[in-house]
T-cell receptor
């Protein structure tokens, strides 16, 4: 079974600074997908960014980018120019290709301070 | 946006009661999912459905049942609710034909409390 570990239960960052959230996963698969979801206080789960394991290029979405290290099974999220609205729980998730049983990490609570 | 809706948004019930949580989507996706979220555990998959006639158990299906009434509707039932089913429940949808990664899009969640 695949497991996803987020080793930072809580983090904080000053507004406009950069922060990196860590995620590692354990799998024997070669073809899979990785995701970061954001859950603000409204509790809505919002997709932040996704990465296909077969792509070597790191995914980027505006201020959000990932550092995908396939050999190390690491998938960190970098948030640049942090904004107050980035305050939320962030979940890393793994999904094997062809299997929709997505596995989530326990989450990292990020607080952006003014 | 309101592409995936869940009703009710909040529900308090008593042990032993039958509860149904409903999910509707206007995204036109074939695949639908039910998750529960507990503090410190992230989300865990309860059931998923690839189409109206295809229902699959997820990681934690015991104590739950589902019904896929139509492509757009997927209901989760607790036949006899117990306190450890108190959690936040999410519905999600996906379609592998869009984007290729079969990304899941979530509803707003239902907070269920079983007393």
């Amino acid at each position: 079974a695949q497991t996803v570990t987020q080793s930072q239960p809580e983090m904080s960052v000053q507004e406009a600074e950069t922060v990196t959230l860590s995620c590692t996963y354990d799998t024997s698969e070669n073809n899979y997908y990785l995701f970061w979801y954001k859950q603000p206080p409204s509790r809505q789960m919002i997709l932040v960014i996704r990465q296909e394991a077969y792509k070597q290029q790191n995914a980027t979405e505006n201020r959000f980018s990932v550092n995908f290290q396939k050999a190390a099974k690491s998938f960190s999220l970098k948030i640049s120019d942090s904004q107050l609205g980035d305050t939320a729980m962030y979940f890393c998730a793994f999904m094997k290709h062809g299997n929709n049983d997505m596995r989530f990490g326990a989450g990292t609570r990020l607080t952006v301070k003014p | 946006d309101a592409d995936v809706t869940q009703t009710p948004r909040n529900r308090i019930t008593k042990t032993g009661k039958r509860i149904m949580l409903e999910c509707s989507q206007t995204k036109g996706h074939d695949r639908m999912y039910w998750y529960r979220q507990d503090p410190g555990l992230g989300l865990r998959l309860i059931y998923y459905s690839f189409d109206v006639k295809d229902i699959n158990k997820g990681e934690i299906s015991d104590g739950y049942s589902v019904s896929r009434q139509a492509q757009a509707k997927f209901s989760l039932s607790l036949e006899s609710a117990i306190p450890n089913q108190t959690a936040l429940y999410f519905c999600a949808t996906s379609d592998p034909k869009t984007g290729g990664t079969d990304t899941q899009y979530f509803g707003p969640g239902t907070r269920l409390t079983v007393l």
